[in-house]
């Protein structure tokens, strides 16, 4: 990976113990001690108690049970970019075992970190979905680059205990290992000094990592993560609570840039950078993303001619009081409801949801008024396709962002939209994000800080309830 910093700890374990198939002890050598003077004790696949031997001698001078606390420093790490499958593949393997077993973590539509870390850690919404958005009032584009800079479109970074400034992001995707490298540091660094509470920290380097060295490089940066954790218990004596989660998954497939200009262009639309007459359209160009954004004063028209794009999955748009989606062949409508939402299908099935609401009105949860309530649809839908996607798409055009765009597109997994001068100097493209489907929208949460088994799944938005409540003291005899 080339990183120029790398966390102080072993990359093995100089001895492990194991019965029936199952690891039980792991010996570490911290410090080149003349014999191992760290020990792991694992049950159920998990570590659960920590010996020190702090001279080495063979006699064991504390040991700890691994247990949360409320006393304890809490610091969670939030990773851009991670498919769940990925991280599942890993523990499956034997990584990560300072945690309970993975959860799928379900973001928001669009795919992307800015939004998606408003949820997470619950500060004011965003401008828009990307730094460069167009404004109705002022009816132009914004700088995008001075936004991104600036921060003004990521208020969620008031919350952050460390992340690197704007300016070092700015090189994630042109110098991705310098940039982690100076993350994993900084990362370390301040949790050192942190007390008790929730400590967050943000990496932005993995994007790039994961951008242009795909898969490869993802699993290389998580295994330094891995190390961080281990690094960060041994220091606290494992009086310390970690959390580790993703703001959105990754295609892990190279993606085409394409452009839609000549399809709207010949259909009778003007593109351009402000809105003056019925044909004009103001597309979004940023980044390297799988899915596009479009302004404009004829939201179905624009959308009648993306749907029929080979590179287009899904289009969507705001229609008075319901969110349209289509595809070819296929079109429906979305109403939020009390307690849920409801999905017409009078003219096809675009997010193919038939099969799972079937299930759900058996299982009795579809009201007599075709109200399809929200957490069972969240919960039966969290491995579909298109992950949650009533709720998702509701919310990209109603309360995610303060400037939302009038028809978004989600592309297929091996198309991505954006900026050609960014495309220039990334390209290939490894793997991207920002579309509704399942491997851009699923991400993953590891914790430590629970005491309570943790759902199969959860939304962005439910993090802090899982991973900071109070924990009840246990009984005393």
């Given at each position: 990976?080339?990183?120029?910093?790398?966390?102080?700890?072993?990359?093995?374990?100089?001895e492990t113990r194991g019965r029936d198939g199952e690891t039980t002890t792991r010996a570490f050598n911290i410090g080149h001690k003349k014999r191992p003077n760290y020990f792991e004790r694992f049950q159920n696949g998990r570590i659960t108690t920590l010996s020190f031997d702090d001279d080495a001698d063979g006699t064991i001078d504390e040991i700890v049970e691994m247990a949360p606390n409320n006393d304890d420093p809490h610091l969670?790490?939030?990773?851009?970019?991670?498919?769940?499958?990925?991280?599942?593949?890993?523990?499956?393997?034997?990584?990560?075992?300072?945690?309970?077993?993975?959860?799928?973590?379900?973001?928001?539509?669009?795919s992307m970190t800015d939004l998606a870390l408003t949820r997470i850690v619950r500060s004011k919404r965003c401008i828009a979905a990307q730094s460069l958005y167009f404004d109705r009032e002022t009816n132009r584009l914004s700088n995008g680059n001075s936004v991104y800079l600036?921060?003004?479109?990521?208020?969620?970074?008031?919350?952050?205990?460390?992340?690197?400034?704007?300016?070092?992001?700015?090189?994630?995707?042109?110098n991705p290992p310098f940039v982690f490298s100076t993350e994993l540091r900084g990362m370390y660094e301040s949790f050192k000094k942190a007390g008790p509470g929730i400590a967050f920290a943000y990496s932005v380097g993995t994007a790039g990592l994961g951008t242009r060295g795909g898969e490869h490089a993802i699993r290389a940066y998580l295994?330094?993560?891995?190390?961080?954790?281990?690094?960060?218990?041994?220091?606290r004596r494992g009086r310390v609570k970690i959390s580790i989660l993703g703001d959105h998954g990754h295609t892990l497939r190279q993606g085409r840039r394409v452009t839609f200009k000549q399809a709207l262009t010949a259909a009778g639309f003007r593109i351009g950078a402000s809105i003056r007459g019925p044909n004009d359209v103001v597309p979004i160009h940023y980044g390297i993303v799988t899915y596009a954004q479009f302004h404009t004063d004829r939201a179905r028209a624009v959308a009648d001619v993306l749907a029929k794009q080979p590179s287009v999955a899904l289009v969507a748009f705001r229609e008075a009081?319901?969110?349209?989606?289509?595809?070819?062949?296929?079109?429906a409508t979305i109403g939020k409801r009390e307690g849920g939402f409801d999905y017409d299908t009078s003219h096809g099935d675009p997010l193919e949801l038939a099969g799972i609401i079937e299930a759900l009105q058996d299982a009795g949860?579809?009201?007599?008024?075709?109200?399809?309530?929200?957490?069972?649809?969240?919960?039966?839908?969290?491995?579909?396709?298109?992950?949650?996607?009533?709720?998702?798409?509701?919310?990209?055009?109603?309360?995610?962002?303060?400037?939302?765009?009038?028809?978004?597109?989600s592309l297929k997994p091996e198309y991505c939209h954006g900026s050609k001068f960014f495309h220039f100097f990334v390209a290939p493209i490894a793997s991207t994000h920002g579309g509704l489907e399942y491997e851009s929208s699923v991400t993953f949460l590891l914790t430590n800080a629970s005491r309570e088994p943790l759902p199969a799944a959860c939304r962005v938005d439910d993090v802090l309830d899982l991973i900071a409540q109070p924990i009840a003291e246990r009984p005393t005899d």
């Open positions: 990976m080339g990183c120029q910093y790398h966390v102080d700890w072993p990359d093995a374990p100089v969670v790490l939030i990773l851009d970019g991670v498919p769940f499958d990925l991280v599942r593949s890993m523990y499956d393997d034997g990584r990560f075992r300072l945690f309970a077993p993975p959860i799928r973590m379900v973001s928001v539509f669009p600036n921060g003004k479109n990521a208020p969620w970074r008031e919350r952050m205990h460390y992340c690197a400034t704007q300016h070092v992001g700015a090189n994630a995707y042109l295994l330094e993560i891995e190390k961080l954790c281990e690094r960060i218990t041994y220091d009081d319901r969110v349209v989606v289509q595809r070819p062949g296929a079109a949860h579809v009201a007599a008024d075709d109200t399809i309530a929200d957490r069972p649809l969240f919960d039966a839908s969290a491995t579909h396709r298109y992950p949650d996607p009533l709720h998702r798409l509701w919310s990209c055009f109603d309360d995610l962002v303060d400037k939302p765009a009038d028809v978004i597109a």
